[in-house]
T-cell receptor
């Protein structure tokens, strides 16, 4: 079952614009991660934010987490054509001796040159 | 340093057959997780192995099994293949059993399985 739901499911923007993707989830979490996937290849980890953190930055990426609303957002500033990919949020919950990492359905981002 | 390697990259099997997929984690990583990704969906958790023991199992039938070897490489086996098993199978490795400290999974490029 999918834990996170990304919104929107598809997004098309011009190069140089900012892209914002949202993720909502249902249960408590230990951390939330964002991944990028190019054309059905392996996923690439972008950023991890712990449940006690509210905001995190990495280069052109900014992630926020609101545990009271069970939601997170990923902002990509000054987008480039190379940012075209699918973006997934993944929630991690420690349970029964392991950490269950559950992915959402993803947002497909197209950056038009 | 090699990343996570998966083999084969593509595979075509017939319904009812058996398949074995292989994964070598990053050197030093003791945790391997397997995910199934159907076209247009997010990855679905199948198994996690840490230190050669199964630590977690997703909601998949018993036709799916896996193991981890002393060198931390792993195999995913699927018996009695169904058309619905057609998917991209992803292997993810991490150095710890629990992701923390800012580090997520490192994924392989996947094995594309087509069942006909």
């Amino acid at each position: 079952s999918q834990q996170g739901e990304e919104d929107p499911q598809a997004l098309s923007i011009q190069e140089g614009e900012n892209a914002t993707m949202n993720c909502s989830y249902k249960t408590s979490i230990n951390n939330l991660q964002w991944y990028r996937q190019n054309s059905g290849r392996g996923l690439v980890h972008l950023i991890l934010i712990r449940s006690n953190e509210r905001e995190k930055h990495s280069g052109r990426l900014r992630v926020t987490l609101d545990t009271s609303k069970k939601s997170s957002s990923l902002l990509i500033t000054a987008s480039r054509a190379a940012d075209t990919a699918s973006y997934f949020c993944a929630t991690a919950l420690n349970s029964g001796g392991y950490q269950k990492v559950t992915f959402g359905i993803g947002t497909k981002l197209q950056v038009i040159p | 340093d090699a990343g996570v390697t998966q083999s084969p990259t593509h595979l075509i099997k017939t319904r009812g057959q058996h398949v074995t997929l292989r994964c070598s984690p990053i050197s030093g990583h003791k945790s391997v997780s397997w995910y199934q990704q159907v076209l247009g969906q997010g990855p679905q958790f199948i198994f996690q192995y840490y230190e050669k023991e199964e630590r977690g199992r997703g909601n998949f039938p018993d036709r799916f099994s896996a193991r981890q070897f002393p060198n931390y490489s792993s195999e995913l086996n699927v018996n009695a293949l169904l058309l619905g098993d057609s998917a991209l199978y992803l292997c993810a490795s991490s150095s710890t059993r629990v992701l923390s400290g800012g580090y997520g999974y490192t994924f392989g490029s996947g094995t594309r399985l087509t069942v006909v």
